[in-house]
């Protein structure tokens, strides 16, 4: 029997605070709500922040309490009740089990109705109900870090990698400072330096500069007494105080002094680059161009559009038609789409049948993200949706797109679905009889993530600016709560 019982929990939201679609108790379940014992064999072996926690949890001889493991596809608002019911269950195992120490999952970009530093809020709770137990938790690289965050926390620690192949590693990160607390080889403390300072998503992708040599300059500051250093990018469609870059570090508190300086010589690093953040994108007119001349014979792979605006894994409705309009006003056929979500066209397709022919208004129904486009197509097939991701980012995680139907429209296989999803993982298409390596053009509502199963396969990757909650331009945006001066918002931040 061990000596120390650790209780787990994960409450996971990217809030887009621009977005009309409110998060509520369902979206969690649509997407991942797990509760108590049914946790660990859902995530033990995955790639995921849970499944690193287990992995120590087992090495370490704990007892785990599994609470509730809840994440959400980004989206609008949280309600106040959603956060409460997923706080509640943690709180409850803490007053039920009294914990030696508490591990979370979190994103860092978490706004609700009544807390607009949603993570601060469910860090706070929890620091009031354990007292000085230590409290840590593993943070998405789009984290907007606030001081309540830290002042609340013995340690963040954060996605070294975008796309997210790293989440386990984060979670197991988490996990051995914790494990190294409770037996006492760290005295641990948080300090964080920041920068005025507020990437879009693109740019962010870690295997590109900056951000690839921030990393690896974080990385090798990294030491036995100064566990994690991350560099967090923020959440730019976040429109909170809090939001902007930071560098955190989880350090012995007998060298915070020198982590401190290390963290603020990376903050002002990524400062001084800021303008390497600033990229050139793909019309939508440019690219359809180029898919309808395109072999991928010649060219070694399909062509892939990436609609990076209309990303759901951003918060964007996920529903937009203009790169679909292009292509079928261009004749470009062999292409597969993933995904429109648009639960009354499916209802359509099942309504009609596998083999027939249907009518449907696709798209285009919430945010101004394109108009609804009335198609006709052939039913090719019906699914529940469901699949686990096979690829290198969360490999073993389940996903629900709903009720789905694939839909052949003019030499177009479009994967229609019923909830929001982010189709990062080629199951995604492979779930629904299509198989992505064998298409001439691929279409993915994604802006980074996609890149690391789909850029192996592919003959070349556009970026499409097309509209969307996502889009790199930032100035489309009426923010009214970042801090400012605040780069690009502000050319003298």
Known sequence: MSDHTVLVGQIEHETNTFSSLPTDLD????????YGDAIPPEFRGSNTAIGGFLRVADEEDWDVVPTVAADATPGGIVTADALSTLLDEVL??????????????????????????????????????????????????????????VDHADGLFGYDTYPHVDIGDAGETAARAMAATLNGDLDPQVV????????????????????????????????KFRPDVSVFGGFAYADVEEAGFSVVG??????????????????????????????????????VAEAADWDADAEGGPLLLADLADNPGGGSAEDGTVVLEALLDAGVEDAALALIVDPAAVDAAVEAGVGNTVAV????????????????????????????????????????????????IDGIDVVVGSHRQQPYDPEAFRSQGITPERQRVLVLKST??????????????????????????????????????????????
Do not use: K, W
Request: charged share 25%; net charge negative; hydrophobic share 35%.
């Open 250 to 287: 989880v350090t012995d508190e007998s060298v915070a002094d020198e982590t401190r300086a290390t963290c603020a010589a990376l903050a002002e690093s990524a400062y001084e680059r800021r303008h390497e953040f600033d990229h050139d994108y793909t019309s939508v007119e440019d690219a």
């Open 361 to 408: 208004e696709l798209g285009g129904h919430v945010e101004d993200n394109g108009d609804p486009l009335p198609v006709e197509g052939r039913v090719r097939l019906i699914s529940d949706g469901s699949y686990r991701n096979y690829g290198p980012m969360s490999r073993g995680l389940q996903v629900n797109l709903g009720r789905t139907a694939v839909l052949e």
């Open 27 to 34: 979206q969690f379940a649509d997407a991942s709500l797990h």
């Open 92 to 149: 409850t195992g803490i007053e039920e089990s009294d914990p030696d120490a508490v591990l979370l999952a979190l994103h860092g970009a978490m706004v609700s109705e009544d807390h607009p530093d949603g993570d601060g809020y469910i860090l706070e709770r929890v620091r009031e109900a354990t007292g000085d137990v230590p409290v840590m938790a593993s943070l998405d690289l789009h984290a907007n870090i606030s001081e309540r965050m």
């Open 448 to 493: 980074v993530h996609y890149r690391a199963a789909f850029e192996p396969m592919v003959g070349a990757v556009r970026e499409v600016e097309a509209p969307g909650l996502c889009h790199p331009d930032l100035s489309r945006f009426d923010y009214e709560h970042v801090p400012r001066p605040l780069y690009p918002l502000d050319e003298d931040a």
């Open 192 to 223: 964080v330096e920041r920068a005025p300072l507020l990437p879009p998503l693109p740019p962010l992708q870690t295997a590109i500069e900056p951000m690839d040599s921030l990393l690896q300059q974080a990385a090798a500051s990294e030491s």
